[in-house]
């Protein structure tokens, strides 16, 4: 049992309904795992399963090495998480609160004060320290249910929907913090999401779920290439013409080609989409085309795999 | 870091000396939302009025009330009367709130997730509610000897008897308290539910018992018991009854609220 994160056979019944069904489930060391599925999937259910918010009616699951379900406090110890959208005690500032939770895991005070003030800065909290969390928005506070996950340096950091209910500008700066989450650090990530282009931007490994089981653990990069072709928008400074479509179509390892709007879509091959000569057969084209980007294919196969799970 | 090097129990209700700091780290968090919260003033401003009425009204009506507070006794006696009700009212400000409070305000994905067993939680919680409700109990009996040294110059040694009967209720009220705190879905009816249950059900049952069965011993309701509070300063009684009352009334509803809580799911 070498991963940090073992699920075995997980189940969580709520009277007749199966929230959860025998999931089994590997999460490798040092990866960042987003866990992916329709409302009701249970992904959350899951991840309360794993921080003992709730109990699992049958299974197993190991934080490093320790089950959960017969050893919470042991399995918890060096994890970090975040559920949901926790409220925080609100007549405490970060720097009482962080005190609190590191008194907690039995940190020393040298040791709280020394990795407060790197955290609060990591998640730009530093001019906030001293100020009661009651009067926070939604997006520091969440900034501030971040930043409590990494203190006592956990190897393990469980997020469910870390930016749920946040708005455009609030969604944008925990995904800043989220992608130097590992920057320097040993640990592994699992983060459930409802979104596919964060979990596409932040993750390196995905779980599916659906209807409380498992329908597909892998890597990023092997789901989005599952179809083995990709998709790459093309921008042009004008109106794409049919004989601009033509010219794309015509580039070798291109499959079709198509207008969307104000751009060309193309579907190519997985060897002409990541090949850097891309760029210059477009630019050659002559057809004023200023940009040109992948279009993740996750969501296809996102889809694809929740219909036919059905 | 503490050393775990000694355990009580085995499996799910071991007890470690880790789990023993984890639950004076909670109370004493507990303590400080005590403190910085409003409530506490409510409950101050309401024994401070307590304690004005107790010295000022004697005093106005001296003539009356002179022949009733002439020994160091009596006027520890005619204090220690109002000490049931505030007990009641710190049970109902703090320990029917401690639980609850959590999930009405969703602390509880932040302390829950910790590597923390939930029974740690809870004795954190009872301790701290039993602490500040006993603070204030404190410093009412330091006002009420005050009291006593000016009008007798003296204060009776029975005051400690009290202060005990009064400890004994502490515990009762606020385990009866945090059991309605751990099984309700939000605080104000928590809170309802203590008040009634401490203030009304003891008083019906009493009259009820007093016409069923007259002139019977009825010693086993709270609202008896907590008459020995002002009671053992007076002439010699038994206090084993008192104390087997409020032991029962607290640790009974204490046990299943912590039953009930090592269950309960977010």
């Known amino acids: ?299 296809a196969t996102y889809l694809s795999l929740i219909k036919e799970s059905r | 870091m503490f050393k775990t090097d000694y355990k009580i129990g085995r499996g799910k209700v071991s007890i470690t000396g880790d789990d023993l700091r984890q639950s004076l780290v909670i109370a004493k968090n507990e303590m400080r939302k005590f403190l910085r919260g409003r409530k506490i003033l409510l409950f101050v401003l309401l024994v401070a009025l307590f304690l004005a009425l107790n010295i000022a009204l004697p005093a106005l009506y001296w003539d009356q009330f002179g022949s009733y507070l002439s020994t160091p006794e009596q006027i520890m006696s005619w204090d220690a009367g109002n000490i049931s009700f505030i007990v009641l009212i710190g049970a109902v400000l703090f320990a029917s709130f401690t639980i609850v409070s959590e999930f009405e305000e969703r602390t509880y994905l932040l302390l829950f997730t910790r590597p923390v067993k939930k029974t740690t939680i809870f004795t954190g919680k009872f301790l701290a509610c039993y602490a500040i409700t006993l603070l204030v109990v404190l410093i009412y009996y330091g006002v009420s000897a005050a009291h006593s040294l000016v009008l007798e110059g003296t204060v009776t040694s029975k005051t400690f008897a009290s202060i005990g009967m009064a400890m004994a209720d502490i515990f009762a009220l606020s385990g009866l308290a945090v059991f309605f705190s751990t099984i309700s879905k939000k605080g104000s009816i928590s809170a309802l539910m203590t008040f009634f249950l401490v203030l009304m059900v003891p008083s019906i049952l009493y009259v009820i018992l007093g016409i069923v069965q007259p002139g019977g011993d009825y010693w086993y309701l709270l609202n008896v018991a907590e008459g020995s509070i002002s009671s053992v300063i007076g002439p010699a009684m038994s206090i084993s009854k008192p104390l087997t009352t409020f032991l029962l009334w607290g640790s009974v509803p204490l046990l299943a609220g912590w039953l009930i809580f090592l269950r309960k799911e977010a």
């Open chain 1, 1 to 299: 049992m070498g991963n940090p994160i073992e699920i075995i056979g997980l189940v969580k019944r709520y009277g007749d309904f199966t929230a959860v069904n025998s999931l089994s489930l590997s999460i490798k060391k040092n990866s960042f795992t987003g866990l992916l599925g329709p409302n009701g999937a249970g992904k959350s259910t899951t991840l309360k399963m794993l921080t003992h918010l709730i109990n699992a009616t049958s299974g197993e699951a190991y934080i490093n090495g320790v089950d959960v379900t017969r050893d919470p406090k042991g399995a918890l110890t060096g994890v970090g998480t975040v559920v949901e959208t926790p409220e925080f005690y609100t007549y405490l500032t970060p720097v009482e609160t962080f005190e609190l939770l590191g008194q907690l895991i039995g940190m020393t005070g040298e040791a709280i004060a020394a990795q407060t003030s790197s955290i609060l800065e990591m998640v730009k909290m530093t001019e906030w320290s001293d100020k009661k969390i009651g009067t926070f928005s939604k997006g520091m506070r969440q900034r501030i249910a971040l930043g409590q996950a990494f203190l006592g340096d956990p190897s393990v950091i469980i997020l469910d929907e870390p930016t749920s209910g946040l708005d455009p500008r609030g969604m944008a700066e925990m995904r800043e913090v989220l992608k130097n989450i590992r920057n320097g650090r040993d640990v592994t990530v699992v983060m459930s999401s409802h979104m596919l282009h964060e979990v596409s931007d932040l993750c390196d490994h995905v779980a599916i779920l659906n209807h409380g089981k498992l329908i597909l653990d892998d890597t990023i990069d092997a789901v989005t290439s599952r179809s083995g072709t990709r998709q790459i928008i093309i921008k042009l400074d004008h109106v794409p013409t049919a004989d601009d479509v033509a010219k794309v179509a015509a580039i070798p390892g291109t499959l079709s080609a198509s207008r969307l709007g104000n751009e060309i879509e193309a579907k190519m091959s997985s060897e002409c989409a990541r090949s850097p000569e891309l760029f210059k057969a477009v630019s050659n084209l002559g057809i004023g085309a200023y940009n040109l980007y992948e279009n993740e294919s996750l969501e």
